[in-house]
């Protein structure tokens, strides 16, 4: 989650820092995206950078707010 919010901070420009709490009722106690065994077991390669992807969801995010 922190790369996450990383990511969302240098791709926005807005400084913050993010209110780290206790988990809630049935969140998992670890999660891990990686792609590698996609990319095993499937011959998939991703094709974009979190930053990247942060950036189109801004992007589209500032885009809606100006219509």
């Known amino acids: 989650m922190k790369q996450i919010m990383d990511a969302m901070a240098r791709v926005t420009g807005i400084a913050?820092?993010?209110e780290i709490g206790a988990r809630r009722p049935g969140d998992p106690a670890r999660i891990?995206?990686?792609?590698?065994l996609a990319a095993r077991d499937l011959d998939w390669r991703m094709r974009h950078t979190l930053d990247e992807?942060?950036?189109?969801?801004?992007a589209a995010r500032t885009a809606s707010l100006e219509t």
């Open 16 to 18: 913050f820092t993010p």
């Open 32 to 36: 891990v995206a990686s792609g590698e």
């Open 53 to 58: 992807m942060v950036a189109s969801a801004w």
